[in-house]
């Protein structure tokens, strides 16, 4: 490492007053400002230029390269104060010697803030969020979250571009992968949970990295499930679906937001002062700061809003943008536009205050480096109880499907196993989209799962059968005869890692390739089948819906996808997944999705003139919420404590559930409410809460939950939020379209 040079005499000034800050840190743990004068006299000794250098994040160019450090240009820029965040930037020895060059170096000795994509785990990889949301479990969300912090902040990163919050309601968009599904209330815990994970106790703690709820907003909701597309919505529907997640994680305390690439109703949201600042910091209160999406300022132009470079940063800079990432627009094109009065440089002081002040609460004026060390950077990964939260997790994201005739669980004694697909031996496949650091021989593949939990009498046989997106047939026959030949085989297919996520959106949802084909090969056998379907969206497997006996939804597993899948396969692990999301029989059905509104005309099979497809059923393949068990439950006695609530009251909703089958399992039961008559229309059932509940055999449980007045509340005709008199429909039961009805009344006070 490069000897530092000696401070200029200003750097004296400079430590002095950092060293005053430093007096103030314990009172930063009791209160968040204590630090805001050290803060304001530190930006009254920067010039113009150097403000816009800490609004602007450039991508590390060493990424792909072990080992490197920064490029000239870009110590350079350092070193003159013009660049302030990095992205993609980590590993103990090149964050060691950037923070060098930036606190020795540079006139006023501000470290810099590191921010890298840790989605859904660094080292340790754990299932993608879609997956994860399938748990319904959002405290194990939270400690996932935390191990990825742990694990990133052990290579020098700060700050995470997750979670992503955007609810997708088309599984033709790729990044429906990054979230939660199409529920705003499951949407909105997951995403608590995440922030809560990331963030830890406090950011002071060197484990724990600031969160960046994305993409503000609506970004899920692109025309055509075409990623990047524009978003033609209501207020309303934008308030009540897609904004609920990002307001969560902003109480949950998110430290930063990043906007969206696309437009909503015209105006493209990174030049979106309704929701950057009247909504999200004069509505929400929230008191961090805001990044753009890669380029997303500069595309301001190719939206159509902006002549050139300076539009555009002068747009977003106002509309409540506080840090351009990789364009470099606020370096180069702000400090003119403030010297022209386009731009007030009220208006910089104040995108700059927010990012020294995380720069603060991040610790990283006093420990730029944050205890970030070799050592560390490789004990700290993929540590045992890693691994263990990893298969956890894993386990409680695999949804069962279906199981006719009990199929599952197979016998660990069965003479011969075939074990057929492109994606049973992929030790890439597995990890997803997005899997940061991950490697693919940190993972455990499905056939090392089956073959590792078999007794040793058991013979596995292998056939890959085709490739993922392949359109060879030449092994079919090959594949169909081993099946004939075997007690039991299992399938294993779906999409590649790289199917789903960002630029990843898809016209046709099938199984791609001729997987459908092999399917139909390997079935025409009749031996038992398995279907395992590992992707990162709901796919159109009607053919397989409707002759493949028992199917796993496992998505992208991570590291533990193997040894998870073959505890499910052979009954060490009851499954208890339920879809986050709605799986359509076929791509004409999309956008289809649970919380829709009635219309005038509902849907009736009676009747032809109802809104429905005649060519095809209406329903869906399988509902939001759905899951099997290999045991039963059987709902009773669901009562509500009164039949009528003002608006100081609650009311308790009580169901018995039992456990009819002979193995324990867990169930997810879920609470939907529909508003019968309002102002505006509702939706036909909303979730408003779920509760996961463990059953022995023949054992029953009550449980209850409670809802207060302000969880039926809704945008009115005035887009006032309000709750309005009259009868409430409540529905509990195993998923969003099987269970118990009864009703309440909300009476004005």
């Known amino acids: ?17 950092l060293g005053a800050m430093v007096v103030s840190l314990s009172s930063l743990r009791a209160q968040d400002n204590s630090f805001g004068r050290q803060i304001d006299s530190l930006l009254h000794l920067m010039t113009l230029e150097e403000k816009c250098g800490q609004l602007s994040q450039i991508s590390w160019q060493g990424v792909s390269k072990l080992g490197a450090l920064l490029t000239d240009e870009e110590q350079a820029l350092v070193r003159q ?40 785990g660094f080292r340790t990889i754990f299932p993608v969020p879609l997956a994860e949301a399938s748990s319904w479990d959002p405290d194990l969300a939270e400690r996932t979250a935390r191990v990825a912090a742990i694990e990133a902040s052990a290579a020098g990163i700060h700050w995470t571009f997750a979670p992503m919050v955007d609810i997708a309601r088309d599984p033709r968009w790729g990044r429906i992968v990054e979230g939660s599904g199409e529920d705003p209330y499951l949407g909105s815990l997951m995403a608590a949970a995440r922030v809560r994970g990331f963030q830890g106790k406090g950011l002071l703690d060197s484990t724990s990295i600031l969160a960046c709820a994305k993409h503000l907003a609506a970004y899920g909701g692109a025309e055509g499930g075409r990623d990047y597309n524009s978003v033609d919505i209501s207020e309303r529907t934008l308030r009540e679906i897609y904004l609920p997640p990002f307001k969560a994680a902003v109480e949950a305390g998110a430290g930063s937001i990043m906007s969206s690439f696309n437009e909503i109703s015209g105006v493209p949201s990174s030049a979106n002062r309704f929701l950057l600042t009247d909504v999200l910091r004069g509505e929400w209160r929230f008191n961090g700061f805001v990044v753009s999406d890669w380029t997303a300022i500069e595309e301001l132009q190719a939206h159509g809003i902006a002549a050139n470079r300076a539009d555009a940063g002068a747009l977003a800079l106002n509309a409540g ?14 400090p003119n536009l403030v010297r022209s009065g386009r731009v007030k440089e009220e208006v910089v002081n104040e995108a700059v205050l927010r990012v020294l002040r995380a720069k603060f609460k991040l610790g990283l004026f006093f420990h730029p480096t944050r205890g970030c060390t070799p050592e560390r950077e490789t004990t700290a990964v993929l540590t045992k109880d890693h691994l263990q939260t990893a298969l956890e997790a894993a386990r409680k994201s695999i949804v069962l499907l279906k199981n006719d005739r009990s199929v599952l669980p197979l016998s660990r004694h069965l003479k011969t196993i075939a074990v057929i697909g492109p994606l049973a031996n992929s030790k890439s496949d597995p990890l997803g989209p997005w899997h940061c650091a991950g490697k693919p021989q940190d993972v455990a593949t499905v056939l090392e799962g089956i073959r590792s939990h078999v007794s040793s009498e058991s013979r596995v046989v292998y056939l890959k059968g085709c490739e993922i997106e392949g359109d060879s047939v030449a092994r079919l026959s090959e594949a169909k005869k081993l099946a004939g030949q075997a007690d039991a085989v299992i399938l294993v297919l779906g999409e590649g890692e790289n199917m789903s996520g960002e630029a990843s959106s898809r016209s046709n949802i099938d199984l791609p390739g001729v997987q459908n084909e092999l399917l139909k090969a390997a079935i025409e056998a009749g031996t038992p089948a398995v279907l395992v379907l590992m992707n990162g969206r709901p796919l159109t497997i009607g053919w397989a819906a409707g002759h493949v ?21 052979f009954g060490d692990v009851n499954p208890s997944g339920k879809l986050p999301v709605t799986f359509p029989r076929s791509l004409g059905q999309i956008p289809l ?4 509104k009635n219309t005038g005309r509902p849907f009736s099979e009676k009747e032809k003139y109802t809104s429905k497809y005649f060519d095809s059923p209406n329903t869906p393949l399988f509902p939001f919420g759905y899951g099997l068990s290999y045991t039963t439950f059987f709902y009773s006695n669901l009562t509500v404590n009164r039949p009528k609530i003002g608006m100081n009251d609650s009311v308790v909703v009580s169901v018995e559930v039992k456990n009819t089958g002979k193995l324990a399992g867990e169930e997810v039961a879920q609470l939907y409410v529909r508003d019968v008559v309002a102002s505006v229309t509702r939706p036909v059932k909303e979730l408003k809460a779920f509760r996961r509940v463990a ?7 009550t449980i209850s939950f409670t809802l207060n007045p302000t969880e039926l509340t809704f945008y009115d005709l005035h887009m006032k939020r309000v709750v309005e008199p009259g009868f409430f429909k409540v529905y509990v039961g195993g998923n969003s379209v099987d269970g118990l009805e009864t009703d309440f009344e909300f009476v004005a006070n």
């Not at 490492?1 to 007053?17: E, Q, R, V, Y």
């Not at 999705?593 to 829709?596: C, V």
């Open 1 to 17: 490492m490069k000897k530092s040079k000696p401070l200029a005499p200003l750097g004296s000034l400079i430590w002095t007053l």
């Open 81 to 120: 104060g013009l660049v302030g965040s990095f992205l993609n930037l980590s590993g103990a020895v090149p964050v060691a010697e950037a923070q060098r060059i930036a606190v020795k170096e540079s006139r006023l000795h501000i470290p810099l803030l590191l921010g890298v994509d840790v989605i859904h």
């Open 321 to 334: 943008v506080d840090l351009d990432m990789v364009s470099r627009i606020y370096q180069q094109e702000i």
């Open 549 to 569: 006996p028992a199917i796993l939804e496992t998505w992208f597993l991570g590291v533990q996808t193997g040894n998870a899948v073959a505890d499910v396969l």
């Open 593 to 596: 999705y649970y919380n829709h």
């Open 695 to 701: 059953l022995q055999p023949g054992e029953s449980k």
